[in-house]
T-cell receptor, first 117, second 111 residues
Framework: ETGVTQTPRHLVMGMTNKKSLKCEQHLGHNAMYWYKQSAKKPLELMFVYSLEERVENNSVPSRFSPECPNSSHLFLHLHTLQPEDSALYLC????????????????FGPGTRLLVL | TQLLEQSPQFLSIQEGENLTVYCNSSSVFSSLQWYRQEPGEGPVLLVTVVTGGEVKKLKRLTFQFGDARKDSSLHITAAQPGDTGLYLCAGASGGSYIPTFGRGTSLIVHP
């Protein structure tokens, strides 16, 4: 138990569906992240939020839309996805966005396993 | 883009054996982290190294950061089935200090 929860744990959706992934952290952290983990590829950073403001967006297609209503909650809204978007989507949090040195310890949730048909 | 190469990609060994996995890059990192990810879970941080040549020990795990801060290794002594998992390295450097991850080494330790 890392203090970061994600729901749902598994999701199957068609290409025309709209769904949302939810992440909640109980650690009092200020920074939250979305990552995509695909087979045979490195963990890819998608979005970073610091105190509810988006600070990084790594050229993610617009069919992925993040939302951070407060520092404890992070959503990833999905619409018109493609089969290649099937992956494990991981949420993480850290005390703050790293600014150098040893950086910040990131705490990951268990992920949502997404399958797009 | 910083590229972290991890080797080997897969490793299957018997309980009690020793092993070393590697993380290499052409980039210099201000810090490097090792994570272990078990099936159905997210990665969990094992260690962060920041000084070139630094060696850290965590029970049977020994982590080393290269002198030039471009590479790192993880050595496990007397591996146990509980060590099974995906070992990820992640490096951070100037600009954005958010770590970039390697593809990982998938380790299976058989009883």
């Amino acid at each position: 138990e890392t203090g970061v929860t994600q729901t749902p744990r598994h999701l199957v959706m068609g290409m025309t569906n709209k769904k949302s992934l939810k992440c909640e952290q109980h650690l009092g952290h200020n920074a939250m992240y979305w990552y995509k983990q695909s087979a045979k590829k490195p963990l890819e950073l998608m979005f970073v939020y610091s105190l509810e403001e988006r600070v990084e967006n790594n050229s993610v297609p617009s069919r992925f839309s993040p939302e951070c209503p407060n520092s404890s909650h992070l959503f990833l809204h999905l619409h018109t996805l493609q089969p290649e978007d099937s992956a494990l989507y991981l949420c993480a949090s850290s005390q703050d966005v790293p600014s150098g040195g040893a950086g910040e310890t990131q705490y990951f949730g268990p992920g949502t396993r997404l399958l797009v048909l | 883009t910083q590229l972290l190469e991890q080797s080997p990609q897969f490793l299957s060994i018997q309980e009690g054996e020793n092993l070393t996995v590697y993380c290499n890059s052409s980039s210099v990192f201000s810090s490097l982290q090792w994570y272990r990810q078990e099936p159905g879970e997210g990665p969990v941080l094992l260690v962060t190294v920041v000084t070139g040549g630094e060696v850290k020990k965590l029970k049977r795990l020994t982590f080393q950061f290269g002198d030039a801060r471009k590479d790192s290794s993880l050595h496990i002594t007397a591996a146990q089935p509980g060590d099974t998992g995906l070992y990820l390295c992640a490096g951070a450097s100037g600009g954005s200090y958010i770590p970039t991850f390697g593809r990982g080494t998938s380790l299976i330790v058989h009883p």
